[in-house]
């Protein structure tokens, strides 16, 4: 498959979990008061509840935001719920500032991440095995 030049490709294909990023128009910070980024939080749990998508972790910033879900059966539902999303909030946020028309979204980028693997040298303590080194002491001991 050829990717275009100009955008990022979306290969929503498989089911599984996605992490997703877009950016705001020129990086303009359109989201720049709570009233704002309160009205985009209320269109993006809207938008991907009813696509099906069941969110993880998310951040919604003044100028980009990224969020990892679950996709439904078919993951390329994500297209029309951020079409929905970036249209529904241009369309208020240009409502709001008299600008109709005005470009808000750019582009977004997603990746399929169920086959992430992160090397981690953390080795963790069983609980409860040195408690004179931590200083606490378990529940019940006297």
């Not at 990023?21 to 991907?48: I, P, Q």
């Not at 951040?59 to 970036?86: E, G, Q, T, V, W």
């Not at 240009?94 to 997603?110: A, L």
Request: aromatic residues 10%.
């Amino acid at each position: 498959m050829n990717d275009w030049p100009h955008s990022p490709p979306h290969r929503l294909s498989e089911q599984g979990a996605y992490m997703v990023t877009c950016g705001t128009y020129e990086k303009a910070h359109f989201l720049n008061t709570s009233e704002r980024l309160n009205m985009l939080r209320g269109l993006f749990f809207g938008c991907l509840e009813e696509a099906g998508w069941i969110l993880h972790a998310w951040a919604l910033l003044s100028n980009h935001y990224h969020f990892i879900a679950s996709s439904p059966a078919d993951p390329s539902s994500l297209r029309r719920a951020l079409s929905k999303l970036h249209t529904l909030s241009a369309r208020e946020l240009n409502r709001q500032d008299d600008r109709p028309g005005r470009k808000v979204w750019f582009q977004y980028f997603d990746t399929h991440i169920d086959r992430l693997s992160v090397a981690d040298a953390f080795d963790p303590q069983t609980p409860g095995s040195k408690p004179e080194e931590s200083g606490v002491k378990p529940p019940h001991s006297k």
